[in-house]
């Protein structure tokens, strides 16, 4: 389990395909403090350390993970958010993240708040998913490329997200741009209660 807090942005110094599959190999500040078998958010997909060697690991991310989330259309040189499991006796500053990615979404609009940034960010429209819990709401959570975020202004199949500098200076939200697919994990505690009226 995750909590959206972003620690730091890994760059991606090399890419492997195998088969269907995709090795990614990283390197991050906390790489000495990695073990195998560890699970590390990316982008806010939870993918698993298979190799350590010296600055860089290496997690494989699967067919179904490359086909639901941005992953696929990483190259080398790629900042990518980064975030190791919580603590059970951490503090719960985002939000209860699982590191499932739902599915992806494109930014539409970039606009200029006096000193912060609002992000509107549009994805498929699909009304089952939606009843099943896919949705945002105002002031609700969202975990756009693994970060925390307050919804605003939420519609059918879009929402905005205000981003302060200090979250564009140390995420990957730097390098989004009208046009640049990011990743969506949904609120676990909508899907629940949507599941919880359908039964």
């Not at 350590?52 to 290496?58: A, H, L, P, Q, V």
């Not at 980064?82 to 503090?91: K, P």
């Not at 985002?94 to 000193?115: F, K, L, P, S, Y």
């Not at 998913?129 to 879009?158: E, H, I, Q, W």
């Amino acid at each position: 389990m995750f909590s959206g807090i972003i620690e730091e942005f890994a760059t991606v110094v090399a890419l492997t395909k195998d088969r269907e599959n995709i090795d990614l190999t990283l390197t991050c500040s906390f790489v000495s403090e990695l073990s195998i078998d560890q699970s590390v958010a990316h982008n806010g997909v939870c993918l698993t350390v298979v190799a350590i060697d010296g600055d860089n690991y290496t997690v494989t991310a699967m067919k179904e993970t490359l086909d639901r989330s941005n992953l696929g259309l990483l190259k080398v040189g790629d900042k990518v958010n980064v975030e190791r499991s919580m603590l059970m006796n951490g503090r719960l500053d985002g939000h209860i993240v699982q590191g499932h990615v739902d599915q992806t979404a494109r930014c539409t609009a970039m606009e200029d708040a006096n000193g912060s940034t609002y992000f509107t960010f549009e994805y498929a429209e699909d009304r089952e998913m939606a009843r099943r819990g896919y949705f945002t709401v105002d002031k609700g959570s969202v975990t756009v490329n693994g970060v925390s975020l307050t919804v605003c202004n939420p519609t059918l199949n879009s929402f905005q997200v205000a981003i302060i500098p200090y979250t564009m200076e140390h995420t990957n939200f730097c390098d989004i741009k009208v046009g640049t697919v990011v990743n969506l994990e949904f609120d676990i505690l909508g899907k629940y209660i949507a599941r919880l009226q359908q039964l």
